[in-house]
T-cell receptor, first 110, second 115 residues
Framework: EDQVTQSPEALRLQEGESSSLNCSYT??????LFWYRQDPGKGPEFLFT???AGEEKEKERLKATLTKKESFLHITAPKPEDSATYLC???????????FGRGTSLIVHP | GAVVSQHPSWVICKSGTSVKIECRSL??????MFWYRQFPKQSLMLMAT?????????EQGVEKDKFLINHASLTLSTLTVTSAHPEDSSFYICSASPESYNEQFFGPGTRLTVL
């Protein structure tokens, strides 16, 4: 059974204070690892897909990286508008249903 | 691209009534759509997989007679909460993937409140 564990559960940062969110996973045959951003009262917004170890993707202040066991979402010089819950999900084997982690709630104080 | 819409965005109803939520893929066709439920400060809980032209596949513990799913076309799936009760109050979100995509794209969600 696929497992996804995100840490920390919650993270408070000062504006400009860079940090990383972790997503550890256990799957049989990774087909893709996904990062989403979810604002309160809204559906998740797709950010990145990573397929293989060593792959990196960037978007504005966010950079996602992938190893064989975990993924990191690095946030560089965050701003208050980066405050949200960040969800990680994995897709494995022949399944078309991803397994989601519980998310990391990020609050960036001005 | 890959835009998914939901309607309504919120609904308040009386206990015992039924509520229908629509999920549409706006710029792609979706053979399969997914329905999730999310409680406050919790992650997504998959309720069912909606398949165009066939019966939905429900996750364990989800009552299929309570949550009716109809996937009538390649761009529309509906979730009907029948005889709603206060414990059905929740945030319902649908998602879909364009063909050959691994990623799911989510709708904006529907907040259901049952009085």
């Amino acid at each position: 059974e696929d497992q996804v564990t995100q840490s920390p559960e919650a993270l408070r940062l000062q504006e400009g204070e860079s940090s990383s969110l972790n997503c550890s996973y256990t799957v049989s045959g990774l087909r893709g690892l996904f990062w989403y951003r979810q604002d309160p009262g809204k559906g998740p917004e797709f950010l990145f897909t990573l397929y293989s170890a060593g792959e990196e993707k960037e978007k504005e202040r966010l950079k996602a990286t992938l190893t064989k066991k975990e993924s990191f979402l690095h946030i560089t010089a965050p701003k208050p508008e980066d405050s949200a819950t960040y969800l990680c999900a994995v897709l494995s084997g022949g399944s078309y249903i991803p397994t989601f982690g519980r998310g990391t709630s990020l609050i960036v104080h001005p | 691209g890959a835009v998914v819409s939901q309607h309504p965005s919120w609904v308040i109803c009386k206990s015992g009534t039924s509520v229908k939520i629509e999920c549409r893929s706006l710029d792609f066709q979706a053979t399969t759509m997914f329905w999730y439920r999310q409680f406050p400060k919790q992650s997504l809980m998959l309720m069912a997989t909606s398949n165009e032209g066939s019966k939905a596949t429900y996750e364990q513990g989800v009552e299929k007679d309570k949550f009716l799913i109809n996937h009538a076309s390649l761009t529309l799936s509906t979730l009907t909460v029948t005889s709603a009760h206060p414990e059905d109050s929740s945030f319902y979100i649908c998602s879909a993937s364009p063909e050959s995509y691994n990623e799911q794209f989510f709708g904006p969600g529907t907040r259901l409140t049952v009085l």
